[in-house]
């Protein structure tokens, strides 16, 4: 039987863990006890952070396993490389997976290769914005999820959101760069020994300023032709910069209202909201978890799009109370696939940790609520 290091345990590597266990294989789930769902249903697992490379190597070592991954979580990156690395398993170099998780050093990697992204700089001590164009937007250099980010129209109040920034960071390190106006979607793919292959590009819906958490995500787009192709190009670039190789990407693109598009930022992984876990799967009918689970083991099928349907995901919050009596009778729904309530307390949101719910669709045209 297979051996397959999960990095991860919380709802968000769910998905993998039962898709690894439908194929036959064994199990080690490593992170904190906290939040960790999937411990009940892993057939091993490990109270070690996710940060802690060095000890789940030596545990790693001592099972001999086969491939180790990890789905929807950045901080999981360089542990999956780190541990891949030495073991000579399949994965992506250390080094690249930290270009790939910390801002500043991805907004280095796309000036090199003249990848189109905003205007930044690291936000040290001594960093000037003069020539900056406001607004900006403050963000932690290693945190997803809205954590920490924030759109400032004003010089004044950078320093504010700089120290916020910092202090969602684990390494409290901030960027500033210039805000793009215009509409958002990711992409997300898969790459084989640097081969890149795009699977879906996703519509996002988010709140306003500053805060702009995602409410919807919706495939495939309604982007026009013309525009997908210049994602698509962008695309294959900053996945070239940053040296991703093997496993799922999630590429944040924002689209100005005259067509010009830039890259936010990119994982090495995929992208969390199931958006990768499950909307990919319901809109194109390929098994983007398996296919994860497949590469981690050294193994790779190209990707073979056998499904032409529409999907989505809307989340509960205060701000989206509207979407409660459709999640409390998502049975009267026959597009509804899954919908949960997971709190009961309506919070106003400034991250993805303040939702309360959510449901998800497929449907032959997009679901509109």
């Excluded at 194929?23 to 006890?33: L, P």
């Excluded at 290769?113 to 932690?140: G, L």
Aim: charged share 25%.
């Amino acid at each position: 039987m297979k051996k397959l290091a999960i990095i991860g345990a919380s709802y968000l590597q769910l998905p993998l863990v039962q898709k690894a266990k439908e194929m036959g294989i064994e199990t080690h789930c490593f992170a904190w006890e906290d939040g960790a769902v999937c411990k009940e249903i892993a057939d091993f697992f490990y109270p070690v952070s996710i940060l802690e490379k060095e000890q789940i190597l030596e545990v790693c070592e001592q099972i001999d396993i086969d491939g180790i991954t990890s789905i929807a979580s950045d901080a999981a990156v360089p542990t999956v490389s780190y541990v891949a690395e030495k073991m000579a398993l399949t994965g992506n170099d250390f080094k690249d997976s930290i270009a790939s998780t910390d801002k500043f050093q991805m907004r280095k990697r796309f000036s090199e290769f003249s990848v189109t992204s905003p205007k930044y700089c690291f936000a040290e001590s001594d960093y000037s914005i003069d020539d900056f164009r406001f607004p900006v937007i403050v963000k932690p250099t290693d945190r997803s999820g809205s954590r920490g980010v924030k759109k400032i129209e004003n010089p004044g109040d950078v320093q504010v959101a700089v120290q916020r920034a910092k202090n969602e960071s684990f390494a409290h390190k901030a960027i500033i760069e210039e805000y793009i106006s215009g509409s958002e979607v990711s992409v997300e793919s898969i790459s084989w020994n640097g081969k890149h292959y795009i699977l879906a590009i996703t519509d996002k819906v988010t709140t306003e300023e500053p805060y702009f958490v995602e409410l919807q995500h919706h495939q495939p787009s309604n982007l026009s032709s013309e525009i997908q192709e210049k994602i698509r190009v962008e695309t294959l670039k900053a996945l070239s910069a940053l040296n991703i190789k093997y496993g799922a990407s999630h590429s944040e693109f924002k689209i100005t209202s005259s067509g010009e598009v830039f890259v936010i930022e990119v994982g090495a992984r995929m992208g969390g909201d199931f958006i990768g876990s499950h909307l990919v799967k319901l809109s194109t009918g390929y098994d983007f978890v398996k296919a994860v689970i497949d590469i981690a083991l050294g193994d790779f099928e190209e990707p073979k799009i056998n499904e032409s349907k529409f999907s989505g995901v809307y989340f509960l919050c205060k701000e989206t109370e509207y979407l409660l009596p459709v999640i409390l009778h998502s049975e009267d729904y026959k597009e509804i696939v899954e919908a949960e309530i997971t709190d009961i307390e309506l919070r106003n949101i400034q991250c993805s940790a303040d939702r309360s719910g959510y449901f998800i669709y497929q449907s032959e045209k997009r679901f509109k609520i």
